[in-house]
């Protein structure tokens, strides 16, 4: 499966985005995909995830203004982030497992990732 994540750019403060993760080479149906990020200097951290079933996880900074989603025909999962923050600044990675729900919030379960996208909010 390959991923391309895309989507990210400059927005200030209380502006919003739409990030895109395009599955090619398989269906996002069969996987749970997540959105984790990078900020500058720190680990890479999980943000939300979509599961095959249609369940839906936040952690909690983001829960309440970003909202995961999922498009079947257009085999694309999206990430849009309303009232964004200078601390969501960051590359936004998308990635597919097929962990159990439970475990979706932990990095090293992901099977494939995308290339990452970068959003910066300014303040």
């Known amino acids: 499966v390959q991923l391309q994540a895309s989507g990210g750019g400059l927005v200030q403060a209380g502006g919003s985005l739409t990030l895109s993760c395009t599955a090619s080479?398989?269906?996002?149906?069969?996987?749970?995909t997540g959105w984790f990020r990078q900020a500058p200097g720190k680990e890479r951290e999980f943000v939300a995830a979509?599961?095959?079933?249609?369940?839906?996880k936040y952690t909690d900074p983001v829960a309440g203004r970003f909202t995961i989603s999922r498009d079947n025909a257009k085999n694309t999962v999206y990430l849009r982030m309303n009232s964004l923050k200078p601390e969501d600044t960051a590359v936004y990675y998308c990635?597919?497992?097929?962990?159990?729900?439970?475990?979706?919030?932990?990095?090293?379960?992901?099977?494939?990732w995308g290339q990452g996208t970068l959003v910066t909010v300014s303040s």
């Open positions: 990635g597919v497992t097929t962990t159990v729900w439970g475990s979706v919030a932990q990095e090293n379960v992901y099977l494939y």
């Open positions: 080479g398989g269906s996002f149906r069969r996987y749970t």
């Open positions: 979509f599961g095959w079933s249609g369940n839906r």
